[in-house]
């Protein structure tokens, strides 16, 4: 049967429970432990599908087209574990389940209650979800005392109580903050999370102290003592210049020691050789390129998190440090393109709606006509069909329905009916719900002999890669736009449906409409990514 270690977190939010998640999941890995990766959200939304990025950060998109937490994209990135829709539960999505069963009657006049029917199907989703692996890691969103998650703290303590010590750990994620004018760490908010957590029944076996420096032994012990947690399981969480390094801290700090002998496991040393070898690339490029970020939600870091990850893992397999220029796609006009000039390529990521759509269009015009590296996703790959028919094919109110429903020449437009790959239909129009209604997950794009794309994709005539939008390639244009120079690189298996571009007269000009940062990994990186940063390498040193 499988064990589980339930992650909660206290103090304040954002402490990086995902990550110090995932990086758990990777140092059990490393000791041949098989591991699944679970994600509990209080929040009454069904999924984060329909939430602002400002708010809620990157939707990350499962291979199965569930739309789910980021953190999943942390869980694979470390665990190299493929997440699906059985690795996200929200509050919403939990209280929909019940309900659903309350209008068949299967509580049988029962009424329902919190407790037992909403912590009863928690319980039931997390044991479902454990896909036989030796250690399942369930990781509780939001901040132990918050409202929202007391079913979810209430439903794991009845599984420590229900699985037994040797089957159930918690692991408890702090703040222990430095006060300068003081000059001393205090421990006090620690205990105080750790009270709380308490006082709904759970005691953590594992602090893990999240800190700037080192945490001095005696602090150590005095959390140790009044949280009832033994001195070598209250671990010191220290600041990193690079989340890749957190495997290695954590396991130095025993960590992993620490749940083996817990669980009773007889399991081989920790073999951490890859992520040494990550965290070498990182700290010795051997080169420097200026990539140009082209978007709207750039103040806000986590709304791009697969993707700045996906640039980093290029750099680690072309020895590059890759300098990521964040742009606001608001400040670029037409013919003002003084912020793209000193960049080696230039990336346009997705994003809904009208605003920062013509900067978007006009780095495009910029990366055709001067050359540069172009990548694009999504969105990307849209404006870009729209800047070339505008430009190149001179249908100058070409638009997408998206932006403009009346353009009289609409190259991108809603697709109101498509095959998923199972082989059921979708169909769709512009009254649809917004959340679940868009192409989804995971599907099979067929690469064209010749093209950039192809050789990228090192020769592969197929390629799974995982999509989320609505909006597509109008091929009433297909033979106009293609007459003009446009290049359709890639395709779906039944030929209906352009997902990928390319300009056969541009050094690399390469546009998708899938989002291929879902499923790079610092271990090999993505080739797509890895071709993207050697042709930005390319045109620096041509252009010295």
């Not at 039931?124 to 692996?133: I, K, Y």
């Not at 220290?238 to 992993?256: A, S, T």
């Not at 990521?324 to 346009?348: C, G």
Request: glycine share 8%.
């Amino acid at each position: 049967m499988s064990r589980f270690i339930f992650i909660t977190g206290g103090v304040v939010s954002s402490l990086g429970k995902g990550i110090a998640s995932a990086s758990l999941g990777a140092i059990l890995q490393a000791r041949g432990l098989t591991i699944n990766m679970i994600k509990l959200d209080p929040y009454i939304n069904v999924d984060p599908g329909t939430m602002s990025p400002f708010q809620h950060g990157e939707v990350y998109v499962t291979n199965d087209g569930a739309e789910t937490d980021l953190d999943l994209g942390h869980y694979e990135r470390f665990a190299a574990i493929t997440t699906s829709k059985s690795s996200n539960y929200t509050t919403g999505r939990i209280y929909g389940n019940v309900i659903a069963k309350e209008r068949k009657g299967e509580y049988l006049g029962a009424t329902v209650q919190v407790i037992p029917h909403i912590t009863d199907q928690i319980k039931q989703s997390v044991l479902n979800s454990t896909n036989d692996a030796d250690i399942v890691l369930v990781e509780i969103g939001g901040t132990v005392g918050d409202i929202e998650s007391l079913p979810f703290m209430e439903a794991i303590r009845q599984l420590g109580v229900e699985l037994g010590h040797d089957k159930a750990l918690f692991m408890h994620l702090t703040l222990v903050p430095y006060i300068p004018a003081a000059g001393e760490i205090k421990t006090k908010p620690t205990q105080h999370s750790v009270k709380e957590l308490r006082s709904i029944g759970i005691q953590p076996d594992i602090l893990l102290c999240r800190a700037e420096k080192a945490i001095p032994e005696e602090e150590r012990k005095k959390i140790a003592l009044f949280t009832n947690v033994t001195l070598d399981s209250v671990i010191s969480a220290v600041d990193v210049d690079h989340i890749y390094k957190i495997p290695r801290e954590l396991h130095e700090r025993g960590l992993d020691d620490i749940v083996v002998k817990k669980f009773g496991l007889d399991v081989p040393a920790a073999d951490l050789s890859d992520w040494d070898a990550i965290v070498d690339a990182l700290s010795h490029p051997q080169y420097t390129v200026n990539i140009g970020f082209v978007g709207k939600y750039v103040e806000h870091t986590d709304a791009y998190k697969s993707l700045m990850e996906a640039l980093a893992h290029a750099g680690i397999h072309t020895k590059t440090k890759v300098n990521i220029v964040k742009i606001d796609s608001d400040v670029i006009e037409d013919n003002n393109n003084e912020l793209l000039k000193s960049l080696d390529a230039i990336l346009v990521p997705g994003g809904f709606g009208s605003r920062g759509v013509e900067g978007k269009i006009s780095a495009v015009k910029y990366a055709r006509e001067n050359r540069v590296p172009y990548l694009g996703i999504c969105l990307g790959m849209q404006v870009a069909v729209i800047e070339f028919a505008r430009n190149v094919l001179g249908l100058q109110q070409a638009h997408s329905t998206e932006f403009n429903p009346k353009t009289p020449e609409p190259v991108i437009g809603l697709i109101t009916e498509w095959k998923n790959q199972d082989g059921s239909v979708e169909k769709r129009d512009e009254k649809s719900d917004l959340g679940g209604s868009m192409r989804l997950g995971g599907q099979t794009c067929k690469l064209v002999p010749g093209t950039v794309a192809r050789k990228s994709y090192d020769g592969a005539e197929e390629i799974l890669e995982r999509h989320r939008h609505r909006f597509e390639f109008n091929n009433n244009y297909l033979d106009e736009l293609q007459k003009a120079g446009l290049v359709i690189s890639g395709v779906s298996v039944d030929n209906e449906l352009v997902e990928m571009i390319e300009l056969a007269d541009h050094p690399w000009f390469v546009a998708c409409q899938f989002h291929p940062e879902f499923t790079s990994q610092p271990r090999e990186g993505h080739p797509l990514f890895n071709s993207f940063i050697s042709a930005a390498l390319k045109h620096q040193q041509e252009s010295d």
